[in-house]
Protein backbone atom coordinates (compact mmCIF):
# COMPACT_ATOMS: atom_id res chain seq x y z
CA UNK A 1 0.00 0.00 0.00
CA UNK A 2 3.04 2.80 0.68
CA UNK A 3 4.24 1.91 -2.56
CA UNK A 4 0.82 2.65 -4.43
CA UNK A 5 0.51 5.67 -2.49
CA UNK A 6 4.31 6.73 -3.67
CA UNK A 7 5.67 6.80 0.55
CA UNK A 8 8.07 4.36 0.58
CA UNK A 9 12.16 5.72 0.83
CA UNK A 10 10.16 8.27 2.50
CA UNK A 11 9.73 9.21 6.54
CA UNK A 12 6.07 9.59 6.31
CA UNK A 13 5.78 5.64 5.58
CA UNK A 14 7.28 4.98 9.14
CA UNK A 15 5.23 7.74 10.51
CA UNK A 16 2.53 5.52 9.43
CA UNK A 17 3.71 2.41 10.32
CA UNK A 18 4.67 3.15 14.20
CA UNK A 19 1.59 5.17 14.91
CA UNK A 20 -0.67 1.92 13.37
CA UNK A 21 1.53 -0.48 15.46
CA UNK A 22 1.39 2.19 18.35
CA UNK A 23 -2.27 2.94 18.72
CA UNK A 24 -4.03 0.16 19.76
CA UNK A 25 -1.51 -0.12 23.30
CA UNK A 26 -1.22 3.19 23.57
CA UNK A 27 -5.02 3.77 23.65
CA UNK A 28 -5.44 0.45 26.13
CA UNK A 29 -2.47 1.78 28.67
CA UNK A 30 -4.49 5.93 28.67
CA UNK A 31 -7.86 3.87 29.05
CA UNK A 32 -6.71 1.37 31.93
CA UNK A 33 -4.45 4.57 33.52
CA UNK A 34 -7.51 7.32 33.00
CA UNK A 35 -10.09 4.59 34.49
CA UNK A 36 -8.03 4.77 38.13
CA UNK A 37 -8.00 8.45 38.08
CA UNK A 38 -10.79 9.29 41.00
CA UNK A 39 -14.21 10.80 39.14
CA UNK A 40 -14.76 12.74 42.81
CA UNK A 41 -11.82 15.35 41.92
CA UNK A 42 -13.25 15.74 38.36
CA UNK A 43 -17.42 16.19 40.07
CA UNK A 44 -15.76 18.57 42.72
CA UNK A 45 -14.54 20.83 39.97
CA UNK A 46 -17.34 20.87 37.85
CA UNK A 47 -19.15 21.87 41.22
CA UNK A 48 -17.25 24.60 41.44
CA UNK A 49 -17.65 25.92 38.28
CA UNK A 50 -15.04 24.69 36.14
CA UNK A 51 -14.80 24.17 32.36
CA UNK A 52 -14.30 20.85 30.65
CA UNK A 53 -11.40 22.08 29.27
CA UNK A 54 -10.44 23.93 32.54
CA UNK A 55 -10.59 20.54 34.35
CA UNK A 56 -8.58 18.56 32.09
CA UNK A 57 -6.05 20.94 31.54
CA UNK A 58 -5.34 21.96 35.31
CA UNK A 59 -6.98 18.38 36.67
CA UNK A 60 -6.62 15.83 34.67
CA UNK A 61 -3.30 16.54 32.52
CA UNK A 62 -1.09 17.21 35.37
CA UNK A 63 -2.09 14.05 37.54
CA UNK A 64 -1.47 11.71 33.65
CA UNK A 65 2.13 12.84 34.11
CA UNK A 66 3.63 9.50 34.79
CA UNK A 67 1.42 7.64 32.04
CA UNK A 68 2.17 10.65 29.26
CA UNK A 69 5.98 9.96 30.09
CA UNK A 70 5.75 6.25 30.08
CA UNK A 71 4.14 6.20 27.02
CA UNK A 72 6.58 8.51 25.70
CA UNK A 73 9.46 6.62 26.92
CA UNK A 74 8.09 2.99 26.03
CA UNK A 75 7.65 4.55 22.27
CA UNK A 76 10.58 5.93 21.88
CA UNK A 77 12.65 3.75 22.96
CA UNK A 78 10.68 1.52 20.64
CA UNK A 79 11.00 3.78 17.62
CA UNK A 80 14.38 4.56 18.12
CA UNK A 81 15.56 0.79 18.24
CA UNK A 82 13.98 0.13 14.92
CA UNK A 83 15.96 -1.59 12.57
CA UNK A 84 13.10 -4.01 10.94
CA UNK A 85 10.59 -1.25 9.28
CA UNK A 86 13.46 1.25 8.60
CA UNK A 87 15.19 -1.41 6.56
CA UNK A 88 12.06 -2.23 4.58
CA UNK A 89 10.79 0.78 3.86
CA UNK A 90 13.57 3.49 3.85
CA UNK A 91 16.38 0.89 1.95
CA UNK A 92 16.64 3.44 -1.05
CA UNK A 93 17.31 5.94 0.73
CA UNK A 94 20.29 5.72 3.08
CA UNK A 95 20.29 9.04 4.13
CA UNK A 96 17.35 8.97 6.15
CA UNK A 97 18.25 5.77 7.52
CA UNK A 98 18.10 5.89 11.47
CA UNK A 99 21.48 5.33 13.45
CA UNK A 100 20.85 1.33 13.89
CA UNK A 101 20.56 0.80 10.34
CA UNK A 102 23.30 2.90 9.54
CA UNK A 103 25.79 1.01 12.15
CA UNK A 104 24.86 -2.52 10.46
CA UNK A 105 26.37 -1.05 6.78
CA UNK A 106 29.23 0.47 9.12
CA UNK A 107 30.78 -3.67 8.43
CA UNK A 108 32.97 -3.67 5.65
CA UNK A 109 32.89 -7.18 3.41
CA UNK A 110 36.42 -8.29 3.93
CA UNK A 111 37.24 -6.24 7.56
CA UNK A 112 34.75 -4.98 10.50
CA UNK A 113 36.07 -1.73 12.10
CA UNK A 114 35.27 -2.76 16.19
CA UNK A 115 36.22 -0.01 17.59
CA UNK A 116 34.14 1.79 15.18
CA UNK A 117 31.41 0.29 15.01
CA UNK A 118 31.37 -0.15 19.00
CA UNK A 119 31.40 3.55 19.26
CA UNK A 120 28.75 4.18 17.04
CA UNK A 121 27.15 1.54 19.36
CA UNK A 122 27.49 3.18 22.49
CA UNK A 123 26.89 6.89 21.43
CA UNK A 124 23.72 5.44 19.80
CA UNK A 125 22.69 3.70 23.01
CA UNK A 126 23.28 7.46 24.67
CA UNK A 127 19.99 9.05 23.50
CA UNK A 128 17.25 6.74 25.58
CA UNK A 129 19.67 6.60 28.36
CA UNK A 130 19.09 10.33 28.63
CA UNK A 131 15.82 10.31 27.65
CA UNK A 132 15.14 8.31 30.72
CA UNK A 133 17.31 10.07 33.14
CA UNK A 134 14.87 13.45 31.95
CA UNK A 135 11.81 11.37 32.76
CA UNK A 136 12.78 9.62 35.55
CA UNK A 137 10.89 12.09 37.64
CA UNK A 138 8.00 11.51 36.26
CA UNK A 139 8.51 7.50 36.08
CA UNK A 140 8.82 7.31 39.31
CA UNK A 141 6.13 9.33 40.40
CA UNK A 142 3.78 6.99 38.33
CA UNK A 143 5.14 4.44 40.34
CA UNK A 144 4.98 5.91 43.73
CA UNK A 145 1.43 7.05 43.35
CA UNK A 146 -0.21 3.57 43.99
CA UNK A 147 2.23 2.84 46.94
CA UNK A 148 1.28 5.92 48.95
CA UNK A 149 -1.75 5.97 51.25
CA UNK A 150 -3.78 9.01 50.59
Known amino acids: MLSQMGLL ?3 LSLVIVHTAFAAPWTIFFFRNFFATLPAEVE ?13 YYK ?8 ALSSVAALQFVWV ?3 FFFALIFLSGAREL ?4 VAISLLRGRYFVDWGL ?6 LTMAIPLLLYAL ?6 RGIVVGAVKG
Open 59 to 66: IVLPMSLP
Open 80 to 82: WND
Open 135 to 140: LQRYLM
Open 9 to 11: NTL
Open 97 to 100: QPLT
Open 43 to 55: EQARVDGASDFKI
Open 117 to 122: LTAASV
